[in-house]
């Protein structure tokens, strides 16, 4: 096979994988929503379960330990 050649089908194959990959890539287009499905939540209140100051810390620092 002639280089020429080679070169053209590697390219339409790249191409064809680039293609797939961007379509793969699409984020679902927006949707309305119906009011029936928006039902709201009662949020039950739990006073006996506050996290202290230490605690909360101790849990902001170990998640951004991960980033650096």
Known sequence: MKLEVARGVFLVAALGV???????????GSQVVSAGA??????????SAQP???FLMLMYSLGHAGRT
């Open 18 to 28: 680039a293609t797939a990959a961007a379509a793969a890539w699409g984020e679902p």
């Open 38 to 47: 928006c039902v709201p939540r009662v949020a039950k209140m739990q006073t």
């Open 52 to 54: 202290g100051q230490p």
